[in-house]
């Protein structure tokens, strides 16, 4: 532990002010990644979530140590643990095309409430180092993914066609770049000139086809009115 936080420990003015102004930069720090990508849950909703739940900690504790109400002081800190989901799934959608987005936000939305019951806590290192590697794993590890997901050997497709001959033809491209399809799923077209058909594929790349080369080719298929990765 480090001693420089020894005397913010107790509880007392000055330590709740520092362990309230700490949520607030931590929660921003955090929140300030989600702003930058344009996220739904930004700066100030990681602010107010950090915030909210030093708060939550600290009338635990004052509750039980200067009111003398002898309840669990973990009590208040668990509810926010769980109630916390509630505004992490509302983060969560599901596009039209079945891809699921908002995850990093939630998942970023519920640590930085867990950052927040460190700081009321008075468990300063723990809230700085999880901040830490928030940002990290936001900044850095995205990179990473970036290209394990560029490098997979498996890739979703969204496509929407306008006949069955295009749909052949898709099919005749993936034999030719020697392509698996692992599975399709297809809607009909209703017969409306407003609404077009779809198919979802599921394919196994080669060592020689890139998804971006992939996506290129269908784009440059006839019939083919858009195409996209999931």
């Given amino acids: 532990m480090l001693s420089f936080f020894d005397g913010l420990r107790n509880l007392s003015m000055l330590s709740i002010s520092v362990r309230m102004i700490l949520a607030v930069l931590y929660g921003g720090v955090i929140g300030v990644e989600r702003e930058f990508k344009r996220r739904p849950a930004g700066f100030r909703t990681h602010i107010l979530i950090c915030l909210g739940a030093a708060m939550t900690t600290l009338t ?15 009590r208040l800190g668990a509810q926010v643990v769980a109630g916390i989901g509630f505004i992490g799934a509302g983060t969560i959608i599901v596009t039209r095309q079945q891809r699921v987005k908002g995850l990093t936000t939630a998942a970023g939305l519920w640590t930085a409430a867990i950052v927040g019951l460190c700081l009321g806590g008075g468990f300063y290192e723990g809230a700085l180092f999880a901040t830490a590697l928030v940002l990290i ?5 995205s990179r990473l993914e970036y290209r394990m997901l560029d490098r997979a050997p498996e890739v979703n497709l969204y496509m929407e066609y306008r006949d069955r001959d295009t749909l052949e033809a898709v099919l005749v491209l993936f034999r030719e770049l020697n392509l698996k399809v692992l599975n399709m799923e297809i809607t009909r077209s209703t017969g409306s000139e407003h609404h077009n058909a779809c198919a979802i594929f599921s394919l196994r790349l080669n060592k020689k086809c890139r998804p971006e080369q ?14 996209e990765e999931l």
């Avoid at 635990?60 to 973990?74: I, K, P, R, V």
């Avoid at 794993?137 to 590890?141: K, Y």
């Avoid at 992939?214 to 195409?227: K, R």
């Fill in 60 to 74: 635990s504790q004052y509750l039980y140590l200067h009111m003398h109400y002898f309840t669990d002081m973990a």
């Fill in 137 to 141: 794993a936001e900044l850095l590890f």
């Fill in 214 to 227: 992939l996506l290129s080719a269908l784009n440059g298929t006839d019939g083919v009115l858009s195409v």
